[in-house]
DNA sequence: TGTATAATATGACCCTGGTCATTTTTGTTC
DNA sequence: GAACAAAAATGACCAGGGTCATATTATACA
């Protein structure tokens, strides 16, 4: 599959990975902050320079990282695999084993949402929507099988159950929060299911 | 009530006072990144320094705007101040009002949602909790007028519907959204409210 | 093979966030 | 007010992220 790829392209795509690898290894090692870009170059035996010409930002790796751990997940995921039947049971799933990655650990996983996060103005579609557009392909599944209502936009959903996942991670990492987190990410999906309307909402509306 | 405070104490807070403000407005004219603390240390009178004394770090003065922004907010949403009697619609005026604040333009409201979320073991009770804890009064409230369901805990609920206000705040700021920005944050209110469940799922829980 | 062109790699350099030993100010005691 | 202690201000300094002019390598074409 690479062999029909000019030698550069070769070249350029081994330099990506390098990096990437070495990049993941430092920071299970050492943490986000205690890595520095030169570090990384040097275990991916290039010059610094070089790192910003595959990342525009010591930050900008992170999404990267993720997409690429995340497409081992995909496969998971298929019911053929042994994955549950009910798409929100997936979803739960998914959001267990994501958990569980190194990159969730908690020094990675608030720099990793931040960059995640659009904080300036993205120009074309940016990266890091890998987990959002993953969750929206269980949603779309959940929509066909009547779990989840068929009249909202599944990469809306999606956000948002990647945004809720965040932030019950990062408080159940540092904050002091009851109970296993498989728990707590499965109580916010219900929660979201649910609603969090009372008796006198409920009739109003 | 200054004059039974020391000297020192009242030059403390005028200090900390005027690296606000300079900080405030600079971010304003300039946005965060072009802002140097040196800069706002200039502007506020006093060497670089200074200015880490009274904030660990740059982002960390953001939470301290946004605390200092959100008091004047607390006593607009009293009802006796003119604001809806329904507790929810309270809840999404606050968010409306919010949105409209300087701070949460598109290039600090990023930034703020980092500082904000907990990257690291927070060791005591970290600031910028503030809009929570106020969204958190107000769901209690609604707790107590049956529009919120009472099994929840009133500050997880006013954390998750920051968090999400976070999101769609940067979402419409800087993705392309379709509409009024206070319409797709009552949309979002009104989403958590009846929960994303569908027929399906609702029947067989 | 030789040459021109575009892509990529490089590391010296700059800028700014953050540290810290030192100095200055404030409060206290006699 | 002199002498001392505690708190706060200061700016030289450092480290690391990010830039860019230059050097190197790959490709295309004659």
Redesign the pocket.
Known sequence: MDSNL???????RE?HRRLMGAALQLFREHGY???????I?EAA??????????F?????ILPALAEWRLRQLEDVLMPERGAPASPVARIKMALCLVAEDPLANPSLAGRLFAAIMPHRQEQDVHPGRALARLLADQVHQAQVAGEIRGDLDPLYVGGVIRTLFFQQLLIWHCGQCPGPLPDLLSGMVDLLLDGIAGPRWRQSS
């Open positions: 000019s030698r550069r392209e070769r070249k350029k330099t902050d205690a890595t520095t870009v030169e570090q170059a035996d290039v010059a610094k320079g070089t790192f910003f010409n595959y525009d930002t010591k930050e900008a």
